[in-house]
């Protein structure tokens, strides 16, 4: 058998750490594609908060005719949760760890996952910005440690990015390159660099959104508007950064600025603001935009100098992003 044949292995059991919108979003298109997926968290709060979430994606689906209801169900089934420990992720074959945009929090995650994996087991990252090679000096296998990063919305963005570390196999990256082709997904290959190919582009856009926001050179609605009818953009920078979570956004910003060094990546201070203030985005109903945390619809916008005192209730600990 060629070597290319032989990493066309696709894995029938399916890990996932982490239970936000992209964790959830990850494992809706594993377990839709008929894989068996390991949902894991730290709090049992972020699964039945993820879990509901879901459930709601697939019934507006089927209202649409998008997906049969025995479709719907038979998805949800294919989906095991777990909270705190990682023992349950024994069970996979190949890990996606989906947790906050945070280093620290990565590392940790890759170390308990180190001590609970078979030597076999794939370790992917959906990190936007970290560095694989760092990530996977947290564990025993960095060759087996790979950079897979879907998109927000996972279901529905139909590229994910892969990136080698210093140290990945060329088995590790042709399993995650063939895993993301059978969940339907089209491939684009960066280097391992902050930011990789999508976000290094897409954050110092958003950044300057939120320098024009700040400097009253257009409203919210017009930023957008002018990106989206101008540019043939799907969703404006602003509506954009409030889907991926402004603080990630602000998160990527402040690694790339670290790394490269370079003025053009500092923060703009409104959206430190914003994150500093709790508006974080669509996970929390409010961001730069107003929306119903329930089927999150737009109610209205916010103008550029918003009151940020506005009260954001504490969740329970998770690895929600």
């Keep these: 058998m060629c070597a290319s044949m032989m990493y066309q292995h696709l894995p029938t059991v399916i890990g996932i750490v982490g239970s936000g919108q992209m964790g959830c979003g990850i494992a809706h298109v594993a377990a839709q594609r008929g894989l068996t997926v390991l949902l ?22 089927v209202r649409k005719g998008t997906v049969t209801p025995d479709d719907a ?93 210093m140290h990945t196999s060329q088995q590790t990256y042709e399993s995650a390159r063939s895993l993301a082709q059978h969940l339907g997904k089209s491939v684009c290959v960066s280097m391992d ?20 926001l700040s400097e009253g050179v257009g409203t919210a609605e017009d930023i957008d508007r002018s990106m989206r009818l101008g540019t ?4 404006g920078p602003l509506r954009m950064a409030d889907n991926i979570g402004l603080d990630t956004c602000l998160y990527i910003m402040r690694t790339l600025h670290t790394q490269f060094g370079d003025s053009k990546y500092r923060p703009c201070p409104l959206l430190v603001q914003y994150v500093d203030g709790g508006l974080l985005g669509v996970k929390n109903g409010r961001g730069v935009f107003q929306y119903d945390p329930l089927i999150h619809d737009v109610i209205h916008a916010q103008q550029p100098h918003v009151n940020l005192t506005h009260n954001i209730s504490n969740a329970a600990p998770s690895y929600n992003v």
């Design 40 to 61: 894991n968290d730290v709090s049992a709060t972020a699964i039945e908060r993820g879990l509901s979430g879901l459930q709601k994606s697939l019934e507006r689906l």
């Design 193 to 212: 660099r902050p930011g990789f190919l999508v976000y290094r582009l897409l954050m110092p856009l958003i950044n300057e959104a939120f320098f024009l």
């Design 232 to 235: 043939n953009m799907q969703s």
């Design 73 to 165: 169900a038979a998805t949800i089934g294919r989906i095991h949760t777990s909270h705190g420990s990682m023992e349950a992720m024994r069970g996979a074959d190949f890990i996606i760890e989906a947790v906050a945009e945070d280093e620290s929090v990565k590392k940790e995650v890759f170390r308990n996952l180190d001590k609970v994996t078979r030597v076999g087991t794939i370790l992917a990252s959906n990190t936007s910005s970290i560095s694989i090679t760092r990530i996977a000096s947290a564990t025993s296998k960095p060759h087996r440690v790979v950079g897979m990063h879907f998109m927000h919305p996972a279901p529905v963005v139909p590229l994910v990015e892969l990136a080698k570390g």
